[in-house]
Each structure stands twice: as structure tokens, then as C-alpha cells.
């Protein structure tokens, strides 16, 4: 079947902190990969995206690297800022299953001054 | 270029009744998903509509139904509610035939069920 796993939070950071948010997915065949935002009381925002084992989809800062061999796309930013706080939502999608999303739990992240 | 709107924002009712979401997608889109998102919860699929047909669809009752219209907008409508169908109703459009493909998601509407 298709599923995502994401790292519990919450995560709370100090600002200029590094980031990273693991994400590790299990799918037949060869899904696209995202990373999704959402800030409070709002729906979800498109943050990156990556299409093939090897692409790194980047975005504000925030990058993450489609890997194949560990079936993973973890979220990664050099320097948080407190207007990242936000929940992340890694999620897979591929033809297979008629381009249905499947999403994790979220993670959330504070960044604190 | 309006992207994708739902209404209405929030929604109280009461167990056993009937409610409807609406939808309306990003311009040039064609296709719509509906997702529930439970409170700290990842969303949920519950089906998909494409040329005013349903395409797929998760797993959910048969009291969730959809419409999509010729104007490609659509409609959720949730029958004989229950308690746990309290949640975040997320409306979600694409372009079936997008090369990545991308869902674009609306602000989503809040359903309370008493």
C-alpha cells in the first residue's frame, strides 16, 4: 500500500536553528514527493516538490532530497525564523493511484525569538 | 487569478442532520478532491470528481457524496451526521492531465458536529 511517516512533534527551535523534519514513505511504483505547510487557521500551501529518485525540491529556504534507496524526503531549512512556525505535511501521490494524496500526520513546528 | 474557495468558512449542526460544502476550483482546473482533516491529524482522502463523475474515491461511507458541476466547481454532502465527522473540510483542485501533477488546496471548511 501507500503510506507516509513523519517524525512526532511538536518541535520547538530557537530562531537561526537548524531544521529537519524526517519523512520516509512506502508506495508502489514511483510516486512525486511534497511537502505541504499550514498555518494556523489556514488550509494547506504547496512549500516543494520533487518528481524522481535523486531531484531536491527547494523552496524559502527549505529544501528536501528524494531518496529512492531509503524511501525518504526529509524537510530540511539552515535557519528558522519565527514566521516558519507552521504544521508540515509530507505527502506522496503517483498514477497509480489516480493521483489520490496520501499525507502524514504533520509535524509542528514553533520557532522561538 | 482566484485560487481555489470553499464556503462556508465554519459550520455548527447538530447529530443526524445534512450538510453541504462548496467548492469552487483554481481557474483552468478540472478536476476536484475533497479531504477530511481530523484535529492534529493528517488529511484524509474521500473522493475525487472529474468531469462531473466521481473517480476515485477513499475510504468513507456512503453518507459522504459529491457533485461536480460543468462549471467544474462541486459540492460535499455529508448525511445523518455524526459526532465524528467534526473536522477541517479540505477542497483540493488539479488539472487531470498536469506533468508534475499538483493539488492545489482551499482555506478549507470548519464543521462542528453537536
Known amino acids: 500500500g501507500n503510506s507516509v511517516t513523519q517524525m512526532e512533534g511538536p518541535v520547538t527551535l530557537s530562531e537561526e536553528a537548524f531544521l529537519t523534519i524526517n519523512c520516509t514513505y512506502t508506495?508502489?511504483?514511483?510516486?512525486?514527493l511534497f511537502w505541504y505547510v499550514q498555518y494556523p487557521g489556514e488550509g494547506l500551501q504547496l512549500l516543494l516538490k520533487a518528481t524522481k529518485a535523486d531531484d531536491k525540491g527547494s523552496n524559502k529556504g527549505f529544501e528536501a532530497t528524494y531518496r529512492k534507496e531509503t524511501t525518504s524526503f526529509h524537510l530540511e531549512k539552515g535557519s528558522v525564523q519565527v514566521s516558519d512556525s507552521a504544521v508540515y505535511f509530507c505527502a506522496l501521490s503517483h498514477a497509480g493511484t489516480g493521483n489520490q494524496f496520501y499525507f502524514g500526520t504533520g509535524t509542528s513546528l514553533t520557532v522561538i525569538p | 487569478d482566484a485560487g481555489v474557495t470553499q464556503s462556508p468558512t465554519h459550520l455548527i449542526k447538530t447529530r443526524g442532520q445534512q450538510v453541504t460544502l462548496r467548492c469552487s476550483p483554481k481557474?483552468?482546473?478540472?478536476?476536484v478532491s475533497w479531504y477530511q482533516q481530523a484535529l492534529g491529524q493528517g488529511p484524509q482522502f474521500i473522493f475525487q470528481y472529474y468531469e462531473e463523475e466521481e473517480r476515485q474515491r477513499g475510504n468513507f461511507p456512503d453518507r459522504f457524496s459529491g457533485h461536480q458541476f460543468p462549471n467544474y466547481s462541486s459540492e460535499l454532502n455529508v448525511n445523518a451526521l455524526l459526532l465524528g465527522d467534526s473536522a477541517l473540510y479540505l477542497c483540493?483542485?488539479?488539472?487531470?492531465?498536469?506533468?508534475?501533477?499538483?493539488?492545489?488546496f482551499g482555506p478549507g471548511t470548519r464543521l462542528t458536529v453537536t
Open positions: 483540493a483542485s488539479s488539472l487531470l492531465g498536469d506533468d508534475p501533477y499538483e493539488q492545489y
Open positions: 481557474s483552468g482546473h478540472d478536476t
Open positions: 508506495a508502489t511504483g514511483y510516486p512525486s
